[in-house]
Each structure stands twice: as C-alpha cells, then as structure tokens.
C-alpha cells in the first residue's frame, strides 16, 4: 500500500518567516509533485521532481523552492512566507507521467 | 497545455447514474485522460484513466470520443459516500509540466 506522508497537516506561521513542508514516500517512485489547492481554483502545480536532485517548476513556482536530496523525501520552501501563500499544500508521487499519482492527506498552512 | 473544463457543480439522489464531463479541446496526441476523487481532509484518489472509447473500472466508466476533446466520468447507482469533489486530469504526453487538472466539481448526493 503506498504511503505518502506530509510532515503537518495544519501550520500556522507569520509573514516573513521561511517555512518548510515535507513530504515523504515509501514506493521508490522517481516522481514527486507539490500541488496547491485554492477555494475554486482546483489544484495547480508548484513543482515537481523525476529524480534526485533533479526538478522543474509547475505553473506556478513563484515564492517556493524545492529540495530533493534523497530519493523519499520532496521539499517545499516558502522563502519568505506571505499571505497570499494560505492555502493548502498537496504533495504527491507517480511513477511515469502517464501513471496515477498516490497523494498525502495536505498540509493546511496559514501565514498571517 | 491541454486547458481543461468541468461543471463547478452536481447534483444527485441515491441510486441514480452521474456522468460528469470534462472539456479539454486542446488535448495532445499522446495525453492520457485521468479521473480524481477527493474527500474533504484528504488527498485526491485516482478513480480510472483512458486513452480512447471506453474503460470500465469496479467504480466507474469513462467515456471519450473519437475526437477526444472531451471525456464523461460515468458513476453508475451513486451513493451518499460519493458525495465528493471529481478532478479530470488530462496531459503526460510531454512529461509532467503537461498535465493540466480541472478545477474540479463537486457532488453532492443527496438521499
């Protein structure tokens, strides 16, 4: 059974502050994703990653940065939080770009 | 990227079919077309996927056309458990910078 974690499902920080949210995986997958979820706007793609050290930015890479030192474990950085950055945070992993993607339960992160 | 498209919206009684249809008129030769559920609280969770015609799983159906600019997730007897938010997700063909999720409608299924 594939088991996706996310390191908080709720986090509250303040404006400014850097904030880190980690993700990990137990399927060996080579591909990790870090998706935001907005009221209406469905989910967009932050990031994402198809092996160690490797990434690419998704639609909307703005404001984040992502780490992939070992192959379980996906990273997303919010340099400087803000408050357009409240939302909730969906991290998940895939085998090819053709397979299903195995999703964590999210991260609910509030910056104030 | 393949823009996707799908009512905000359903509404449904216990035991009746929902088919939900998703727009994607720019979909490339090679995309996959790709169908999420998702609960409140949780991760959305694949349901099925095609290429072309049609795909039966244990849940659901899905239908594309020969055109394939559009698909129809087909639901058959849904129940209260059901009620939930439906992604489509079209792309793969280029990797991952290509896929494209809807913004997904919800389900409300009412007894």
């Known amino acids: 059974d594939v088991k996706v974690t996310q390191s908080s499902r709720y986090l509250v920080k303040r404006t400014g502050e850097k904030v880190f949210l980690e993700c990990v995986q137990d399927?060996?997958?080579?591909?990790m994703f870090w998706y935001r979820q907005d009221p209406g706007l469905g989910l967009r793609l932050i990031y994402f990653?198809?092996?160690?050290?490797?990434?690419e930015k998704g639609d909307i890479p703005e404001g984040y940065s992502v780490s992939r030192e070992k192959k379980e474990r996906f990273s997303l950085i919010l340099e400087s939080a803000s408050t357009n950055q409240t939302s909730m945070y969906l991290c998940a992993t895939g085998e090819t770009a053709y397979n299903e993607q195995f999703f964590g339960p999210g991260t609910r992160l509030t910056v104030l | 990227l393949a823009k996707t498209t799908q009512p905000i919206s359903m509404d449904s009684y216990e035991g009746q079919e929902v088919n939900i249809t998703c727009s994607h008129n720019?979909?490339?030769?090679?995309?996959?077309i790709t169908w999420y559920q998702q609960f409140p609280s949780q991760g959305p969770r694949f349901i099925i996927q095609g290429y072309k015609t049609k795909v039966t799983n244990e849940v659901a159906s899905l239908f594309i056309p020969a055109d394939r600019k559009s698909s129809t997730l087909s639901l058959p007897r849904v129940s209260l458990s059901d009620t939930a938010v439906y992604y489509c997700l079209v792309g793969g063909s280029s990797g991952y910078s290509t896929l494209t999720f809807g913004k997904g409608t919800m389900l409300l299924v009412s007894p």
């Open positions: 990653s198809y092996d160690v050290k490797m990434k």
């Open positions: 399927m060996d997958h080579e591909n």
């Open positions: 720019n979909i490339a030769t090679n995309d996959y």
